[in-house]
């Protein structure tokens, strides 16, 4: 965050004028922090939310532990707390929003007609049927009160956005997408999440009630593209999936690795996905050895779907790791390849991912596990990967930027 303000015109944006200041995602207390220490920042009201049970920031900072993936009272505590803390914003100040990975979730206030229990049903209903995020976020925005611009919309001076993003697509770091835009207008229509919605079966009567009345014109939309009242916002993002990337190759550099990354980000089902990123990753850092003769780092990032049908316990970074273990075994070099999620956090488990290797599937006959892909048709993955001590715990880093892939080849590793 002090990195990011070095810049003149960043610097300007937080130093002004006085701050009312709504920190929301898995980055917001690093974030706040950060921001306390830059010269000249005057914070006359702030409101800040994220996954931790509890934090000690100094005052006028509120904080406010709240849900994720599936947002939970805290999450509309905190977003009714947002859109006070915007409302009390005066014209001669300006509402600084500090977004980050889970913002969507951790940063909630139900639009009328629909209860929390009712939003976080059909939140569930959305991922676990894979849909991509930025359609996950599109029915997020129009039952919501915050998101869709209407934070920015309640504010009452103009609003400065910095943001982390972990949005990969369709469009890289789209604002719109990031946190479901609540300070940036939105392109999507009630017409759009409808169709979203109405896809997975048992969605909720009161969710496509109030979806049906917006596509109507009951409803007011969400803040549209050129939106006189918005005109004096700014917006910038401050940290994506490429610093997480520049960090790997950076640390691989040091170790004495060849180094290379893949700029296409990572998106899809990822049991369909692995197999042919795994071999385009192979495949460079195969090339990288013979170019420099010594061990190779490929590194990627992005982020993976999956489409829920078992009742075992895993995640996208787990499940792509477990899809390439055969791959791995038949490659005939010695070869280890992980995913993790740079959250520490890889579904509804406690790894951030695992790693796989020429020697996982020999490891996992002799101890007895069943075939990769019975625990890819269970969804359950972890615990493949628990039995074998192949699975990747980090612990919540605080912050999100997606999910890391490295291929490491010419380890010394041999097979067993």
């Not at 532990?65 to 409302?87: I, N, Q, W």
Request: hydrophobic share 40%; proline share 6%.
């Amino acid at each position: 965050m002090r990195e990011a303000l070095t810049d003149p015109a960043a610097r300007e944006s937080v130093t002004g004028a006085p701050l009312s200041v709504v920190a929301a995602g898995k980055a917001a207390e690093g974030m706040v922090r950060g921001l306390l220490v830059v010269p000249g920042v005057q914070i006359v009201r702030g409101v800040a939310v994220g996954p931790a049970r509890s934090t000690s920031l100094p005052a006028p900072f509120a904080w406010y532990a709240a849900g994720h993936p599936l947002p939970t009272r805290g999450s509309v505590d905190a977003g009714l707390a947002a859109l006070r803390c915007a409302e009390e914003t005066r014209a001669s100040e300006r509402l600084l929003v500090l977004l980050s990975g889970g913002a969507s979730a951790l940063l909630a206030a139900p639009a009328a007609g629909v209860t929390l229990a009712e939003k976080v049903e059909a939140t569930r209903l959305l991922l676990s049927s894979g849909v991509p995020i930025h359609e996950l976020n599109c029915v997020r925005k129009h039952l919501s009160s915050v998101k869709g611009g209407r934070l920015a919309l309640a504010a009452g001076g103009p609003t400065v956005t910095l943001a982390i993003s972990d949005v990969v697509s369709p469009r890289e770091d789209d604002p719109s997408v990031i946190g479901s835009g609540p300070t940036v207008p939105d392109g999507t229509s009630y017409a759009e999440a409808l169709a979203i919605a109405s896809r997975p079966a048992r969605m909720p009567a009161a969710v496509l009630e109030l979806l049906e009345q917006g596509c109507a014109g009951a409803l007011d939309e969400t803040l549209k593209p050129g939106d006189a009242r918005v005109t004096a916002s700014s917006y910038r993002v401050i940290g994506s999936r490429r610093q997480a990337m520049d960090g790997a190759l950076c640390a691989a550099r040091e170790l004495g690795y060849a180094v290379a990354s893949c700029d296409t980000p990572v998106t899809g089902e990822a049991r369909v996905t692995s197999p042919s990123h795994v071999q385009s990753l192979l495949d460079l850092s195969q090339a990288l050895r013979r170019e420099h003769d010594g061990p190779a780092c490929v590194v990627s990032s992005g982020e993976t779907t999956v489409t829920v049908t078992g009742s075992g316990r895993g995640g996208r970074n787990q499940e792509m790791a477990l899809s390439a273990a055969a791959q791995l075994q038949d490659a005939g070099v010695d070869a280890v390849f992980a995913s993790v999620g740079t959250d520490g956090v890889d579904g509804p488990t406690d790894a951030a991912g695992a790693f796989v290797d020429m020697t996982t599937m020999a490891r996992a006959r002799a101890a007895g596990l069943a075939a990769p892909s019975r625990y890819l048709e269970r969804n359950d993955s972890y615990q493949f990967f628990g039995a074998l001590g192949d699975l990747i715990m980090t612990g919540p880093t605080g912050t999100n930027v997606g999910d890391l892939q490295i291929m490491l080849t010419g380890t010394g590793r041999e097979a067993s």
